[in-house]
Protein backbone atom coordinates (compact mmCIF):
# COMPACT_ATOMS: atom_id res chain seq x y z
CA UNK A 1 0.00 0.00 0.00
CA UNK A 2 0.99 3.64 -0.91
CA UNK A 3 1.44 6.24 2.01
CA UNK A 4 -2.27 7.46 1.12
CA UNK A 5 -3.43 4.34 1.31
CA UNK A 6 -1.68 3.48 4.39
CA UNK A 7 -3.61 7.04 5.73
CA UNK A 8 -6.75 5.88 4.85
CA UNK A 9 -6.50 2.69 6.79
CA UNK A 10 -5.80 4.61 10.19
CA UNK A 11 -8.64 6.67 9.65
CA UNK A 12 -10.90 3.78 9.43
CA UNK A 13 -9.18 2.24 12.37
CA UNK A 14 -9.86 5.47 13.97
CA UNK A 15 -13.43 5.66 12.64
CA UNK A 16 -13.95 1.98 13.94
CA UNK A 17 -12.89 2.72 16.72
CA UNK A 18 -15.08 5.81 18.19
CA UNK A 19 -17.77 3.34 16.92
CA UNK A 20 -17.23 0.84 19.54
CA UNK A 21 -17.05 3.19 21.94
CA UNK A 22 -19.87 4.88 21.38
CA UNK A 23 -21.59 1.61 21.13
CA UNK A 24 -20.05 0.58 24.31
CA UNK A 25 -20.62 3.71 25.88
CA UNK A 26 -16.94 3.06 27.55
CA UNK A 27 -13.52 3.04 26.28
CA UNK A 28 -10.50 4.55 25.88
CA UNK A 29 -10.71 7.13 22.64
CA UNK A 30 -7.53 9.01 22.95
CA UNK A 31 -5.40 6.12 23.43
CA UNK A 32 -6.82 4.77 20.16
CA UNK A 33 -6.75 7.17 17.96
CA UNK A 34 -2.74 8.25 18.52
CA UNK A 35 -1.25 4.35 17.72
CA UNK A 36 -3.68 4.10 14.35
CA UNK A 37 -1.07 5.09 12.54
CA UNK A 38 1.44 2.90 14.00
CA UNK A 39 -1.25 0.07 13.62
CA UNK A 40 -1.93 0.81 9.89
CA UNK A 41 1.72 1.11 9.18
CA UNK A 42 2.23 -2.11 10.86
CA UNK A 43 -0.08 -4.56 9.31
CA UNK A 44 -0.92 -2.28 5.53
CA UNK A 45 2.86 -1.23 5.02
CA UNK A 46 4.23 -4.36 4.46
CA UNK A 47 6.23 -4.60 8.04
CA UNK A 48 4.33 -7.41 9.43
CA UNK A 49 4.23 -10.86 8.41
CA UNK A 50 0.78 -12.29 8.87
CA UNK A 51 -1.88 -14.75 8.00
CA UNK A 52 -5.30 -13.71 9.01
CA UNK A 53 -6.24 -17.09 8.08
CA UNK A 54 -3.85 -18.93 10.16
CA UNK A 55 -2.99 -16.60 13.38
CA UNK A 56 -0.60 -19.18 14.65
CA UNK A 57 1.30 -19.34 11.48
CA UNK A 58 5.03 -20.26 13.00
CA UNK A 59 7.36 -17.93 10.70
CA UNK A 60 4.82 -14.49 10.96
CA UNK A 61 6.26 -11.00 12.85
CA UNK A 62 4.92 -10.10 16.39
CA UNK A 63 2.75 -7.12 17.49
CA UNK A 64 2.47 -6.91 21.34
CA UNK A 65 0.53 -3.94 22.21
CA UNK A 66 1.03 -2.95 25.68
CA UNK A 67 -1.26 -0.96 26.42
CA UNK A 68 -3.97 -2.69 26.24
CA UNK A 69 -6.67 -0.14 27.10
CA UNK A 70 -6.43 0.91 23.13
CA UNK A 71 -8.38 -2.73 22.18
CA UNK A 72 -10.15 -0.65 19.90
CA UNK A 73 -7.37 -0.10 17.64
CA UNK A 74 -6.44 -2.72 17.72
CA UNK A 75 -9.42 -4.90 17.27
CA UNK A 76 -10.35 -2.44 13.88
CA UNK A 77 -6.68 -2.97 12.89
CA UNK A 78 -6.70 -6.56 13.23
CA UNK A 79 -10.55 -6.37 11.13
CA UNK A 80 -9.76 -4.58 8.50
CA UNK A 81 -6.48 -6.75 8.09
CA UNK A 82 -8.41 -9.79 7.90
CA UNK A 83 -8.84 -11.34 11.32
CA UNK A 84 -12.62 -11.59 11.57
CA UNK A 85 -15.59 -9.25 10.29
CA UNK A 86 -14.75 -5.62 11.36
CA UNK A 87 -19.10 -5.37 12.15
CA UNK A 88 -17.77 -7.91 14.74
CA UNK A 89 -15.98 -5.63 17.09
CA UNK A 90 -19.01 -3.26 17.75
CA UNK A 91 -19.96 -6.39 20.23
CA UNK A 92 -17.16 -4.34 22.55
CA UNK A 93 -17.03 -4.52 26.20
CA UNK A 94 -20.88 -6.14 26.12
CA UNK A 95 -21.17 -9.38 28.03
CA UNK A 96 -20.33 -12.66 26.10
CA UNK A 97 -18.50 -10.61 23.48
CA UNK A 98 -14.71 -11.11 22.52
CA UNK A 99 -14.28 -7.96 22.42
CA UNK A 100 -12.86 -7.35 25.92
CA UNK A 101 -12.47 -4.35 27.29
CA UNK A 102 -8.61 -4.44 26.98
CA UNK A 103 -7.00 -7.10 25.04
CA UNK A 104 -6.79 -11.18 25.26
CA UNK A 105 -5.48 -13.25 23.23
CA UNK A 106 -7.86 -16.59 24.46
CA UNK A 107 -10.80 -14.43 22.21
CA UNK A 108 -9.74 -12.40 19.30
CA UNK A 109 -7.30 -13.99 16.73
CA UNK A 110 -4.45 -11.86 16.05
CA UNK A 111 -3.48 -10.43 19.60
CA UNK A 112 -0.76 -12.31 20.61
CA UNK A 113 -0.58 -11.58 24.35
CA UNK A 114 -3.30 -10.14 26.60
CA UNK A 115 -2.76 -6.97 28.42
CA UNK A 116 -4.34 -4.42 30.18
CA UNK A 117 -2.06 -4.21 33.22
CA UNK A 118 0.49 -1.61 32.14
CA UNK A 119 3.94 -2.23 32.25
CA UNK A 120 4.21 -6.02 31.25
CA UNK A 121 3.75 -5.67 27.50
CA UNK A 122 7.84 -5.19 27.22
CA UNK A 123 8.72 -8.02 29.34
CA UNK A 124 6.78 -10.38 27.10
CA UNK A 125 8.13 -9.28 23.94
CA UNK A 126 11.66 -9.63 24.91
CA UNK A 127 10.55 -12.92 25.80
CA UNK A 128 9.18 -13.84 22.59
CA UNK A 129 12.55 -12.10 21.10
CA UNK A 130 14.84 -14.48 23.11
CA UNK A 131 12.63 -17.52 21.87
CA UNK A 132 13.16 -16.30 18.38
CA UNK A 133 16.77 -15.84 18.61
CA UNK A 134 17.12 -19.55 19.86
CA UNK A 135 14.86 -20.88 16.97
CA UNK A 136 17.51 -18.94 14.79
CA UNK A 137 14.00 -17.43 13.27
CA UNK A 138 14.43 -14.25 11.42
CA UNK A 139 10.97 -12.50 13.14
CA UNK A 140 10.70 -9.44 14.14
CA UNK A 141 9.31 -8.74 17.74
CA UNK A 142 7.44 -5.44 17.34
CA UNK A 143 5.72 -3.92 20.79
CA UNK A 144 3.23 -0.45 21.33
CA UNK A 145 4.33 1.04 24.91
CA UNK A 146 2.64 3.97 26.17
CA UNK A 147 4.51 7.05 27.32
CA UNK A 148 2.45 6.74 30.78
CA UNK A 149 3.38 3.01 31.09
CA UNK A 150 6.88 3.78 31.19
CA UNK A 151 6.82 5.54 34.75
CA UNK A 152 6.24 1.93 35.40
CA UNK A 153 9.81 0.12 36.97
CA UNK A 154 9.33 -2.93 35.48
CA UNK A 155 8.95 -0.97 31.99
CA UNK A 156 12.67 -0.12 32.82
CA UNK A 157 13.63 -3.61 34.34
CA UNK A 158 12.52 -4.39 30.79
CA UNK A 159 14.46 -1.94 28.66
CA UNK A 160 17.42 -3.13 30.72
CA UNK A 161 17.35 -6.29 29.85
CA UNK A 162 16.67 -6.32 26.04
CA UNK A 163 19.83 -4.15 26.07
CA UNK A 164 21.60 -6.53 27.78
CA UNK A 165 20.65 -9.67 25.90
CA UNK A 166 21.48 -6.55 23.07
CA UNK A 167 17.57 -8.47 21.52
CA UNK A 168 18.18 -6.22 18.31
CA UNK A 169 15.17 -8.22 16.74
CA UNK A 170 13.34 -6.14 19.47
CA UNK A 171 11.55 -2.75 17.98
CA UNK A 172 9.53 -1.21 20.45
CA UNK A 173 7.24 1.98 19.49
CA UNK A 174 6.51 4.73 22.51
CA UNK A 175 3.11 6.18 21.39
CA UNK A 176 4.58 9.72 22.99
CA UNK A 177 1.32 11.61 23.07
CA UNK A 178 2.47 13.68 26.27
CA UNK A 179 -1.08 12.86 27.98
CA UNK A 180 -1.49 9.91 30.42
CA UNK A 181 -4.97 9.75 32.72
CA UNK A 182 -4.67 12.55 35.25
CA UNK A 183 -3.09 14.86 32.71
CA UNK A 184 0.13 15.86 30.76
CA UNK A 185 2.73 13.46 31.46
CA UNK A 186 5.52 16.04 32.17
CA UNK A 187 3.02 17.21 34.61
CA UNK A 188 2.36 13.77 36.79
CA UNK A 189 5.44 12.23 36.33
CA UNK A 190 8.03 13.66 33.98
CA UNK A 191 9.60 11.37 31.38
CA UNK A 192 11.75 13.36 29.52
CA UNK A 193 14.29 13.62 28.16
CA UNK A 194 13.10 10.39 27.15
CA UNK A 195 15.52 9.82 23.80
CA UNK A 196 18.81 10.42 26.23
CA UNK A 197 17.08 7.43 28.86
CA UNK A 198 16.70 5.05 26.38
CA UNK A 199 20.23 6.01 25.26
CA UNK A 200 21.60 5.74 28.13
CA UNK A 201 20.15 2.23 29.02
CA UNK A 202 21.92 1.30 25.33
CA UNK A 203 18.77 1.21 22.89
CA UNK A 204 19.17 2.41 19.33
CA UNK A 205 17.19 5.81 19.39
CA UNK A 206 14.86 6.87 16.44
CA UNK A 207 12.32 9.57 16.64
CA UNK A 208 9.61 10.61 14.33
CA UNK A 209 6.35 12.29 14.08
CA UNK A 210 4.14 9.40 14.99
CA UNK A 211 1.08 10.44 12.11
CA UNK A 212 3.80 10.62 9.28
CA UNK A 213 3.46 7.45 7.32
CA UNK A 214 6.16 8.17 5.39
CA UNK A 215 8.12 8.91 8.55
CA UNK A 216 7.35 5.86 10.27
CA UNK A 217 7.91 3.57 7.49
CA UNK A 218 11.80 5.02 7.15
CA UNK A 219 11.99 4.66 10.74
CA UNK A 220 11.17 0.94 10.49
CA UNK A 221 13.59 0.49 8.12
CA UNK A 222 16.01 1.94 9.74
CA UNK A 223 15.61 -0.01 12.65
CA UNK A 224 15.86 -3.38 10.84
CA UNK A 225 19.07 -2.26 9.79
CA UNK A 226 20.27 -1.82 14.06
CA UNK A 227 22.90 -4.37 15.21
CA UNK A 228 23.45 -6.30 18.64
CA UNK A 229 20.32 -3.54 20.21
CA UNK A 230 17.42 -3.18 20.86
CA UNK A 231 15.60 0.00 18.58
CA UNK A 232 13.39 2.25 20.34
CA UNK A 233 11.27 4.44 18.29
CA UNK A 234 9.48 7.24 19.66
CA UNK A 235 6.80 8.07 17.78
CA UNK A 236 5.65 11.80 19.02
CA UNK A 237 2.02 11.59 18.90
CA UNK A 238 -1.32 13.30 19.49
CA UNK A 239 -3.69 11.95 21.48
CA UNK A 240 -6.74 11.83 19.75
CA UNK A 241 -5.15 12.56 16.54
CA UNK A 242 -7.42 12.90 13.95
CA UNK A 243 -10.95 14.63 15.91
CA UNK A 244 -10.09 18.42 16.17
CA UNK A 245 -12.33 18.40 19.18
CA UNK A 246 -10.67 15.13 20.78
CA UNK A 247 -7.38 16.16 19.80
CA UNK A 248 -4.21 16.81 22.89
CA UNK A 249 -7.52 16.35 25.48
CA UNK A 250 -7.15 14.70 28.94
CA UNK A 251 -10.77 14.26 28.67
CA UNK A 252 -10.68 12.31 25.77
CA UNK A 253 -8.83 9.34 27.28
CA UNK A 254 -11.44 7.32 28.82
CA UNK A 255 -14.85 8.83 27.96
CA UNK A 256 -16.96 7.67 25.47
CA UNK A 257 -18.56 9.55 22.67
CA UNK A 258 -21.99 10.60 23.18
CA UNK A 259 -24.36 10.50 19.37
CA UNK A 260 -23.27 13.79 19.10
CA UNK A 261 -19.85 13.35 19.13
CA UNK A 262 -19.57 10.22 17.63
CA UNK A 263 -21.14 11.89 14.28
CA UNK A 264 -19.38 14.88 14.02
CA UNK A 265 -15.99 13.12 14.68
CA UNK A 266 -16.62 10.54 12.11
CA UNK A 267 -17.66 13.35 9.49
CA UNK A 268 -14.12 15.11 10.40
CA UNK A 269 -12.35 11.58 9.87
CA UNK A 270 -14.42 10.90 6.63
CA UNK A 271 -13.34 14.23 5.37
CA UNK A 272 -9.51 13.12 5.77
CA UNK A 273 -10.24 9.61 4.07
CA UNK B 1 6.54 -35.74 25.66
CA UNK B 2 7.18 -38.62 27.65
CA UNK B 3 9.75 -37.32 30.67
CA UNK B 4 11.94 -39.97 31.51
CA UNK B 5 13.65 -40.21 35.22
CA UNK B 6 16.47 -40.55 35.80
CA UNK B 7 17.90 -43.62 38.25
CA UNK B 8 21.02 -41.42 38.74
CA UNK B 9 18.51 -39.36 41.11
CA UNK B 10 16.85 -41.74 42.65
CA UNK B 11 17.04 -41.42 47.05
CA UNK B 12 17.06 -43.50 49.84
CA UNK B 13 14.61 -43.20 52.28
CA UNK B 14 16.64 -40.92 55.36
CA UNK B 15 18.76 -39.41 52.75
CA UNK B 16 18.63 -35.50 54.05
CA UNK B 17 18.45 -32.77 51.17
CA UNK B 18 16.78 -29.68 50.28
CA UNK B 19 13.59 -29.78 47.68
CA UNK B 20 15.67 -26.98 45.78
CA UNK B 21 19.02 -29.55 45.49
CA UNK B 22 16.30 -32.19 43.70
CA UNK B 23 14.90 -29.15 41.51
CA UNK B 24 18.27 -28.16 40.51
CA UNK B 25 19.09 -31.63 39.33
CA UNK B 26 15.81 -32.26 37.35
CA UNK B 27 16.34 -29.02 35.68
CA UNK B 28 19.90 -30.67 34.17
CA UNK B 29 18.14 -33.97 33.17
CA UNK B 30 15.24 -32.03 31.89
CA UNK B 31 17.59 -29.66 29.94
CA UNK B 32 18.95 -33.04 28.49
CA UNK B 33 15.85 -34.47 27.17
CA UNK B 34 14.22 -31.34 25.92
CA UNK B 35 15.74 -28.06 24.23
CA UNK B 36 12.89 -26.21 24.36
CA UNK B 37 13.48 -25.74 28.04
CA UNK B 38 14.97 -22.57 29.40
CA UNK B 39 15.32 -21.47 32.50
CA UNK B 40 15.31 -18.03 34.02
CA UNK B 41 16.69 -16.44 37.41
CA UNK B 42 16.93 -13.48 39.08
CA UNK B 43 20.72 -13.54 40.64
CA UNK B 44 19.83 -16.33 42.69
CA UNK B 45 21.03 -18.77 40.61
CA UNK B 46 23.65 -20.26 43.39
CA UNK B 47 20.85 -20.35 45.65
CA UNK B 48 17.38 -21.99 43.92
CA UNK B 49 20.17 -24.13 42.30
CA UNK B 50 19.16 -23.02 38.78
CA UNK B 51 23.12 -22.61 38.61
CA UNK B 52 23.42 -26.59 37.51
CA UNK B 53 21.07 -25.80 34.35
CA UNK B 54 23.33 -22.76 33.01
CA UNK B 55 26.46 -23.79 33.61
CA UNK B 56 25.30 -26.96 31.26
CA UNK B 57 23.40 -25.14 29.17
CA UNK B 58 24.26 -21.41 29.11
CA UNK B 59 22.50 -20.30 25.71
CA UNK B 60 19.57 -21.68 27.66
CA UNK B 61 19.80 -19.95 30.90
CA UNK B 62 19.15 -16.16 31.08
CA UNK B 63 19.96 -14.62 34.42
CA UNK B 64 17.55 -11.62 34.71
CA UNK B 65 19.06 -9.59 37.15
CA UNK B 66 17.09 -8.41 40.46
CA UNK B 67 14.00 -7.64 38.55
CA UNK B 68 11.19 -10.47 39.30
CA UNK B 69 8.73 -8.69 37.27
CA UNK B 70 10.58 -8.42 34.28
CA UNK B 71 11.61 -11.97 34.83
CA UNK B 72 8.24 -13.53 34.68
CA UNK B 73 6.98 -11.28 32.26
CA UNK B 74 9.86 -12.51 29.84
CA UNK B 75 9.09 -15.81 30.84
CA UNK B 76 5.84 -15.27 29.53
CA UNK B 77 6.74 -14.16 26.10
CA UNK B 78 9.30 -17.15 25.99
CA UNK B 79 6.06 -19.75 26.66
CA UNK B 80 4.29 -17.83 24.08
CA UNK B 81 6.57 -18.44 21.92
CA UNK B 82 6.44 -22.46 22.46
CA UNK B 83 9.28 -22.57 24.47
CA UNK B 84 9.14 -24.27 28.42
CA UNK B 85 10.05 -21.70 30.82
CA UNK B 86 11.38 -22.75 34.66
CA UNK B 87 11.46 -19.29 35.99
CA UNK B 88 13.25 -19.04 40.12
CA UNK B 89 13.55 -16.51 42.54
CA UNK B 90 12.93 -17.12 46.20
CA UNK B 91 9.23 -17.63 46.81
CA UNK B 92 9.32 -14.29 48.34
CA UNK B 93 10.03 -12.82 45.66
CA UNK B 94 8.91 -14.96 43.20
CA UNK B 95 4.91 -15.11 44.84
CA UNK B 96 5.17 -11.69 46.71
CA UNK B 97 7.19 -8.99 43.91
CA UNK B 98 6.08 -10.74 41.03
CA UNK B 99 2.67 -11.52 42.13
CA UNK B 100 0.88 -9.22 39.87
CA UNK B 101 3.27 -10.57 36.67
CA UNK B 102 2.46 -14.16 37.52
CA UNK B 103 -1.42 -12.94 37.72
CA UNK B 104 -1.52 -11.38 34.65
CA UNK B 105 1.13 -11.80 31.94
CA UNK B 106 1.20 -15.74 32.99
CA UNK B 107 -2.08 -17.28 33.91
CA UNK B 108 -4.10 -14.78 32.46
CA UNK B 109 -2.20 -15.49 29.30
CA UNK B 110 -3.01 -18.85 29.72
CA UNK B 111 0.91 -19.47 29.80
CA UNK B 112 2.71 -22.87 31.38
CA UNK B 113 5.88 -21.31 32.87
CA UNK B 114 6.82 -23.12 36.03
CA UNK B 115 7.36 -21.23 38.76
CA UNK B 116 9.56 -22.76 40.59
CA UNK B 117 10.37 -20.50 44.05
CA UNK B 118 12.58 -21.54 46.94
CA UNK B 119 13.50 -20.22 50.27
CA UNK B 120 10.01 -20.67 50.80
CA UNK B 121 8.57 -20.25 54.60
CA UNK B 122 10.21 -20.21 58.11
CA UNK B 123 12.88 -22.61 57.18
CA UNK B 124 14.74 -19.85 55.09
CA UNK B 125 16.10 -19.62 58.46
CA UNK B 126 18.86 -17.26 59.83
CA UNK B 127 17.85 -14.47 56.81
CA UNK B 128 14.46 -13.84 59.10
CA UNK B 129 11.07 -12.27 58.38
CA UNK B 130 11.66 -10.30 55.47
CA UNK B 131 12.40 -13.46 53.52
CA UNK B 132 10.02 -15.84 55.42
CA UNK B 133 7.29 -16.01 52.77
CA UNK B 134 4.54 -17.30 54.97
CA UNK B 135 1.71 -16.50 52.72
CA UNK B 136 2.20 -17.53 49.29
CA UNK B 137 0.33 -20.83 48.99
CA UNK B 138 -2.58 -18.73 49.93
CA UNK B 139 -1.83 -16.44 46.94
CA UNK B 140 -1.01 -18.09 44.39
CA UNK B 141 -4.07 -20.95 44.50
CA UNK B 142 -6.03 -18.04 44.56
CA UNK B 143 -5.04 -17.11 40.78
CA UNK B 144 -7.33 -18.59 38.02
CA UNK B 145 -5.97 -22.03 37.03
CA UNK B 146 -2.71 -22.19 39.33
CA UNK B 147 -1.36 -25.26 40.10
CA UNK B 148 0.77 -25.37 43.29
CA UNK B 149 2.49 -27.84 44.20
CA UNK B 150 4.54 -28.11 47.71
CA UNK B 151 6.69 -30.98 47.09
CA UNK B 152 7.60 -32.75 50.44
CA UNK B 153 11.05 -34.39 49.99
CA UNK B 154 13.91 -34.64 47.46
CA UNK B 155 12.37 -37.39 45.31
CA UNK B 156 9.06 -35.63 44.78
CA UNK B 157 10.40 -32.39 44.22
CA UNK B 158 12.48 -34.32 41.58
CA UNK B 159 9.30 -35.72 40.21
CA UNK B 160 7.42 -32.49 40.32
CA UNK B 161 9.75 -30.67 38.51
CA UNK B 162 10.30 -33.20 35.51
CA UNK B 163 6.26 -33.79 35.11
CA UNK B 164 5.76 -30.36 35.07
CA UNK B 165 7.21 -29.84 31.55
CA UNK B 166 4.16 -31.44 30.17
CA UNK B 167 1.69 -29.71 32.45
CA UNK B 168 0.00 -27.55 30.47
CA UNK B 169 -1.08 -24.96 32.80
CA UNK B 170 0.69 -21.74 35.16
CA UNK B 171 2.23 -23.91 37.91
CA UNK B 172 3.85 -22.63 41.41
CA UNK B 173 6.09 -25.24 42.71
CA UNK B 174 7.11 -24.40 46.91
CA UNK B 175 10.35 -25.44 47.54
CA UNK B 176 12.43 -25.24 50.73
CA UNK B 177 16.03 -24.06 51.43
CA UNK B 178 16.67 -26.64 54.52
CA UNK B 179 17.40 -29.94 54.29
CA UNK B 180 14.19 -32.62 54.92
CA UNK B 181 14.54 -36.07 55.34
CA UNK B 182 13.73 -38.32 52.00
CA UNK B 183 10.33 -40.53 52.34
CA UNK B 184 9.99 -41.97 49.22
CA UNK B 185 12.21 -44.04 47.16
CA UNK B 186 12.10 -44.58 43.86
CA UNK B 187 9.29 -46.81 43.79
CA UNK B 188 6.96 -43.54 44.13
CA UNK B 189 5.28 -42.08 41.83
CA UNK B 190 4.10 -38.33 41.73
CA UNK B 191 0.86 -37.14 40.20
CA UNK B 192 -0.54 -34.00 40.08
CA UNK B 193 -3.80 -33.74 41.69
CA UNK B 194 -3.11 -36.99 43.67
CA UNK B 195 -1.94 -37.32 47.50
CA UNK B 196 -0.24 -40.23 49.05
CA UNK B 197 -0.63 -41.71 51.66
CA UNK B 198 1.98 -42.41 53.59
CA UNK B 199 0.88 -44.46 56.78
CA UNK B 200 -2.46 -46.10 56.99
CA UNK B 201 -4.28 -45.11 59.93
CA UNK B 202 -7.88 -45.24 61.49
CA UNK B 203 -8.14 -42.77 64.30
CA UNK B 204 -6.54 -39.38 63.33
CA UNK B 205 -5.56 -37.96 59.27
CA UNK B 206 -2.65 -36.19 59.82
CA UNK B 207 -2.26 -33.84 56.63
CA UNK B 208 0.88 -32.61 55.80
CA UNK B 209 2.61 -30.65 52.80
CA UNK B 210 6.14 -29.64 52.88
CA UNK B 211 8.71 -30.10 55.27
CA UNK B 212 5.90 -30.68 57.82
CA UNK B 213 5.33 -34.13 56.17
CA UNK B 214 8.69 -36.08 57.30
CA UNK B 215 7.21 -34.48 60.64
CA UNK B 216 3.73 -35.62 60.41
CA UNK B 217 5.49 -39.46 59.99
CA UNK B 218 7.77 -39.07 62.76
CA UNK B 219 4.74 -38.38 64.92
CA UNK B 220 2.74 -40.96 63.98
CA UNK B 221 5.56 -43.48 64.71
CA UNK B 222 5.76 -42.11 68.40
CA UNK B 223 1.89 -41.75 68.68
CA UNK B 224 2.02 -45.50 67.76
CA UNK B 225 4.33 -46.34 70.62
CA UNK B 226 1.37 -45.54 72.57
CA UNK B 227 -0.83 -47.12 70.43
CA UNK B 228 -2.30 -44.13 68.83
CA UNK B 229 -3.08 -45.08 65.09
CA UNK B 230 -3.01 -42.01 62.69
CA UNK B 231 -3.35 -41.83 58.84
CA UNK B 232 -0.52 -39.41 57.62
CA UNK B 233 -1.42 -37.80 54.21
CA UNK B 234 0.96 -36.06 52.07
CA UNK B 235 -1.04 -33.44 50.01
CA UNK B 236 1.58 -31.89 47.35
CA UNK B 237 -1.07 -31.22 45.16
CA UNK B 238 -2.51 -28.35 47.06
CA UNK B 239 -4.34 -27.32 43.80
CA UNK B 240 -6.05 -29.46 42.37
CA UNK B 241 -6.64 -30.93 45.71
CA UNK B 242 -7.06 -34.68 45.87
CA UNK B 243 -10.77 -34.37 47.62
CA UNK B 244 -11.37 -37.97 47.03
CA UNK B 245 -8.35 -39.16 49.27
CA UNK B 246 -8.70 -36.64 51.72
CA UNK B 247 -12.49 -37.14 52.14
CA UNK B 248 -12.43 -40.79 52.51
CA UNK B 249 -9.94 -40.50 55.11
CA UNK B 250 -11.91 -38.01 56.87
CA UNK B 251 -15.05 -40.41 56.86
CA UNK B 252 -12.86 -43.16 58.18
CA UNK B 253 -11.50 -41.07 61.18
CA UNK B 254 -13.53 -38.14 61.82
CA UNK B 255 -10.85 -36.51 62.69
CA UNK B 256 -8.78 -34.74 60.47
CA UNK B 257 -5.14 -32.39 61.41
CA UNK B 258 -3.62 -30.20 58.56
CA UNK B 259 -0.11 -28.82 59.34
CA UNK B 260 1.66 -26.78 57.24
CA UNK B 261 4.53 -24.31 57.14
CA UNK B 262 2.57 -21.43 56.25
CA UNK B 263 0.16 -19.07 57.39
CA UNK B 264 -2.77 -20.70 59.29
CA UNK B 265 -4.70 -18.47 56.64
CA UNK B 266 -5.40 -19.45 52.83
CA UNK B 267 -3.35 -22.28 53.04
CA UNK B 268 -3.43 -26.38 53.09
CA UNK B 269 -5.47 -26.36 55.63
CA UNK B 270 -8.40 -23.56 54.56
CA UNK B 271 -7.98 -25.65 51.38
CA UNK B 272 -8.92 -29.33 53.22
CA UNK B 273 -11.54 -27.26 55.45
CA UNK B 274 -13.45 -26.43 52.30
CA UNK B 275 -13.15 -29.06 50.86
CA UNK B 276 -14.50 -31.29 54.03
CA UNK B 277 -17.15 -29.27 53.96
CA UNK B 278 -18.20 -29.13 50.41
CA UNK B 279 -18.26 -32.88 50.26
CA UNK B 280 -20.49 -32.97 53.61
CA UNK B 281 -18.22 -34.86 55.60
CA UNK B 282 -18.36 -33.55 58.97
CA UNK B 283 -15.18 -34.16 60.85
CA UNK B 284 -13.37 -32.70 64.23
CA UNK B 285 -10.79 -30.21 62.64
CA UNK B 286 -7.16 -28.22 63.57
CA UNK B 287 -5.56 -26.31 61.46
CA UNK B 288 -1.70 -26.57 62.22
CA UNK B 289 0.43 -23.21 60.80
CA UNK B 290 1.84 -20.54 61.22
CA UNK B 291 -0.82 -18.28 63.82
CA UNK B 292 -1.04 -15.28 61.70
CA UNK B 293 2.44 -13.81 62.82
CA UNK B 294 5.51 -12.97 61.00
CA UNK B 295 8.52 -14.84 61.64
CA UNK B 296 12.21 -14.40 63.03
CA UNK B 297 15.26 -15.23 62.56
CA UNK B 298 17.11 -18.42 63.37
CA UNK B 299 18.16 -22.08 62.57
CA UNK B 300 15.21 -23.51 60.21
CA UNK B 301 14.15 -26.54 62.62
CA UNK B 302 14.40 -24.45 65.89
CA UNK B 303 12.20 -21.81 64.00
CA UNK B 304 9.38 -24.74 62.99
CA UNK B 305 9.41 -25.59 66.83
CA UNK B 306 8.91 -22.04 67.96
CA UNK B 307 5.96 -21.37 65.88
CA UNK B 308 4.14 -24.54 67.21
CA UNK B 309 5.21 -27.10 64.22
CA UNK B 310 7.28 -29.72 66.43
CA UNK B 311 6.46 -33.03 66.87
CA UNK B 312 5.97 -32.68 69.94
CA UNK B 313 2.89 -30.07 69.12
CA UNK B 314 1.89 -32.38 66.47
CA UNK B 315 1.57 -35.44 69.07
CA UNK B 316 -0.30 -33.00 71.36
CA UNK B 317 -2.89 -31.89 68.65
CA UNK B 318 -3.59 -35.84 67.89
CA UNK B 319 -4.48 -36.27 71.65
CA UNK B 320 -6.03 -33.07 72.20
CA UNK B 321 -8.44 -33.72 68.89
CA UNK B 322 -8.80 -37.75 70.46
CA UNK B 323 -10.36 -35.90 72.91
CA UNK B 324 -12.82 -33.95 71.47
CA UNK B 325 -16.54 -35.72 71.59
CA UNK B 326 -18.41 -34.94 68.61
C1 LIG C 1 -0.56 -0.98 36.13
C2 LIG C 1 -1.70 -0.09 35.76
N1 LIG C 1 -1.98 1.00 36.50
C3 LIG C 1 -3.01 1.79 36.18
C4 LIG C 1 -3.80 1.51 35.11
C5 LIG C 1 -5.01 2.39 34.81
N2 LIG C 1 -4.79 3.17 33.58
C6 LIG C 1 -5.33 2.81 32.41
S1 LIG C 1 -4.84 3.77 31.15
C7 LIG C 1 -3.92 4.76 32.20
C8 LIG C 1 -3.08 5.90 31.74
C9 LIG C 1 -2.93 5.97 30.29
O1 LIG C 1 -1.88 6.79 29.91
P1 LIG C 1 -0.82 6.17 28.97
O2 LIG C 1 -0.30 4.94 29.60
O3 LIG C 1 0.18 7.19 28.59
O4 LIG C 1 -1.66 5.71 27.70
P2 LIG C 1 -2.30 6.58 26.54
O5 LIG C 1 -2.15 8.03 26.92
O6 LIG C 1 -1.54 6.26 25.35
O7 LIG C 1 -3.71 6.16 26.46
C10 LIG C 1 -4.01 4.29 33.50
C11 LIG C 1 -3.34 4.93 34.65
C12 LIG C 1 -3.50 0.36 34.36
N3 LIG C 1 -4.23 -0.01 33.31
N4 LIG C 1 -2.43 -0.40 34.68
Known amino acids: MNTHEIKHKANQIRINSLKMIHRAKSGHPGGSLSIADILSVLYFGGHMKYDPKNPEWADRDILIVSKGHSSP ?61 LDSSPKKIFAILSDGELQEGSSWEAIMAAAHYQASNLIAFVDRNRIQLDGYTEKTMG ?17 CDGHDIAALNSSLEQA ?50 | MGIELKAANAWTIGDKLATREAYGK ?9 TNVVVLDADLSSSTQTKLFAAKFPDRFFNMGIAENNMMGVAAGLARAGKIPYASSFAMFAAGRAWEFVR ?17 GLTVGEDGASHQIIEDIAIMRAIPTMTVIVPADAT ?11 HDAPTYLRLGRAKCPVVYDDSYRFEIGKASILKAGSQVTLIACGMMVSRALEAAQALALE ?8 SASIKPLDSKTICESARKTSKVITMEEHNIIGGLGEAVAACLMESGVGADFKRMGVKDIFG ?12 GLAVSDIIHETKSILKRSN
Open chain 1, 73 to 133: AVYSALGLAGFFKIEDTLSFRSLGSSFQGHIDRMKVAGVEISTGSLGHGLSNALGMALAAR
Open chain 1, 191 to 207: LDPLSDKFKAFNWEVIE
Open chain 1, 224 to 273: YTTKNKPTVIIANTIKGSGVSFMADQVKWHGVAPNDEDLAKAVKELEALV
Open chain 2, 26 to 34: ALVDLGDQN
Open chain 2, 104 to 120: NSIAHNHLAVKICATHA
Open chain 2, 156 to 166: EAYQATMLLAD
Open chain 2, 227 to 234: GIDVEVIN
Open chain 2, 296 to 307: QSGDAYKLLDHY
